[in-house]
């Protein structure tokens, strides 16, 4: 079975970096994309960043977008989530999705679907 282990985060001051870490593994198969959302208190989890392990087609939520660079090791089944320039509405619980099937994952509105696998939330707070 898929497991994903998601790490880093914490606390950045406003302008600052972080870096979330998603590693995958359990898994034979290369149709997968591996995702990123978040969900901000009183907010709905929203999808933020996106790579495809099929053809590298990385996509970000224009909230983020020139902010946040998303890349992956496929060496190590890693993909990592560089964010800079943080605001304090960046603040949110992260979390790392291992999404079957990679066709159409990452694109605008990027959607999860139950057979999806994820990792733990991670919190990331940005203060102003």
């Known amino acids: 079975e898929v497991q994903v282990v998601a790490s880093g985060g914490g606390l950045a001051q406003a302008g600052g970096s972080l870096r979330l870490s998603c590693a995958a593994s359990?898994?034979?198969?290369?149709?997968?994309?591996i995702g990123w959302f978040r969900r901000a208190p009183g907010k709905e989890r929203e999808g933020v960043s996106c790579?495809?392990?099929?053809?590298?087609?990385?996509y970000y939520a224009d909230s983020v977008k020139g902010r946040f660079t998303i890349s992956s090791d496929n060496a190590k089944n890693t993909v990592y989530l560089q964010m800079n320039s943080l605001k304090p509405e960046d603040t949110a619980v992260y979390y790392c999705?291992?999404?079957?099937?990679?066709?159409?994952?990452?694109?605008?509105?990027?959607?999860?679907?139950?057979?999806?696998?994820w990792g733990q939330g991670i919190q990331v707070t940005v203060s102003s």
């Open positions: 790579i495809s392990r099929t053809d590298g087609v990385t």
């Open positions: 359990g898994f034979t198969f290369d149709d997968y994309a």
């Open positions: 999705a291992f999404l079957i099937e990679a066709v159409n994952r990452c694109v605008g509105d990027m959607y999860y679907t139950p057979r999806d696998y």
